[in-house]
């Protein structure tokens, strides 16, 4: 007699419906989910080899699926959440209920997420590869752990790398001062050390698989980026290659295709599924940066994704591709073979004609730091003289000026509003900032200033006032102030809390040469009449 049978499994006892061809409720009762239950169910009704079983997944399912097959029923493991999606009364939910609609609903064929119970080898390889990711995620933590402890006391830069165990041992030497810290970081370290030795003697493990799983990966490894683990995590995922229809469908399983909405003329994609095996998707996903290298066989394609969509985009793209190469490779036994991409094997070369480059920093430490279009002869910025002597950086750092501020505001007249070369308004003797842009050059001519994308000086608010000497007849008044320097991405701060006179000294050489609009300011100061209060 043909029938069909519900399980609702549960950890002590599982209950059942049998149904005959025709919908007819045959028997009902529970077992208990032992082997010998199993065995009993099966005598019990006279149930004929290979009659459909089916269950929902849960924590049991694989356990009882692997003893219904032992006694002779054919198990079928269907995805939990339809079960409960294609419910009759889902508000009212009973183990005899749950059992009735499994039982009906694969009497009528009405399940589509059936899921796949893996032969023993497989199984055992699925069980050891997540016992080492539990074990490397303690041994993460542990290491997460330690590092805020050692924010949390200040001591964040010496948390660089914990990889190691002489990191670790460094770590405590130098936490022999802090006798808490290093309690608390022994700790740590000894839970580290205990799941890095559980982590390599499961690697162990899995070095030592049957023949036909050894040889499988080991041809999945020809793939360039792909290592032991995530060829023995592709063989345990997808464990028969037979099963899926086409490498769109293995790739679908693995959750890295687009989302998509099409409705009437509207068809739109959204972001990757993420469905199926987190850890399989993990693992491609970090064997797809090896892409980036131009000695990658998927490097062209990473470079056009990336040029147009950019670098994550191009990461879970590449790992798309070589789910489906892996998936292949599997299905047809085969090497990998770089023909197949559609690729050409070089060396290639490519010349690249640029109107533009930076300058190289060998070059500009030659020129002593000062930028190249400085030294350029159509670029040279005139330089008013001082006292009848041109103003040179070697002159203003001769010790025979003397000055007190790193700015020389020119004369201002009653009301007038004046930009100074570092960017600030000055009106009746307050100063204020402001936005500057780069000037406009000149046809035929360079400009009058560096561009201030490079170098920009700007000055603290004014505090309180002191006497500036620039010649011996002449004083002006200046504001306290400080001098901050942009120069090349690098930026300077220079306090002037000095008051009278000063003299550079050969220590501070790179204080003045910094803007030659500076220079120009200075000049004009020291022709300009006393305004002094």
Known sequence: MEAYVGLDVHSKRSVFVIEAADGRVVARGDI???????RRLREQHALAAETPVALETGTVAFYAARELARVGLRPVVIDAHEVRLKAHRPRQKSDRRDAFELCEGLRRDQYRAIVHVPPAPIGALRETLSRR????AVRVAEVNAVKRLLRAAGLGPRSTSLRTTPAWERLLAALVAEPVLHTYVTQ????????QDQVAALEGTL????????ATAARLQTVPGVGPIVALTTVAVVSQAHRFPSAKHAASYAGLVPATHQSGERDTHGHITKRGSVAWRTLLCEAAHHARRPDHPLHPYFARVCARQGYKLAVVAVAHRLCRILFAMMRDGAGFDVRQLALEEGPFRRTT???????????????????????????????????GEHVTPKRLMSCELRFSSGAVLPALQRGAVTPTPNGRLVREGRVGRRTQSPPEPRAGAGRSSPPHSRMRVSRAPPRFALGCHTRADQARTLPRSSLTARLHGRTFTIPWPFSGDWRPTPLQPWLLPVHCEWYRALACASRAPNTAQ
């Open 32 to 38: 208990p989910t032992t082997p010998a239950g199993f």
């Open 133 to 136: 990711r539990h074990f490397v």
């Open 188 to 195: 740590h370290y000894a839970l580290w050390r205990c799941a």
């Open 207 to 214: 070095g030592a698989q049957p023949a036909a799983i050894a």
């Open 353 to 387: 004609v640029q109107r533009y480059r930076l300058t190289r920093a060998r070059a500009r430490r030659a020129r002593g730091g000062v930028p190249a279009r400085c030294h350029d002869e159509r670029a040279r910025i005139p330089m008013p003289p001082l006292n």
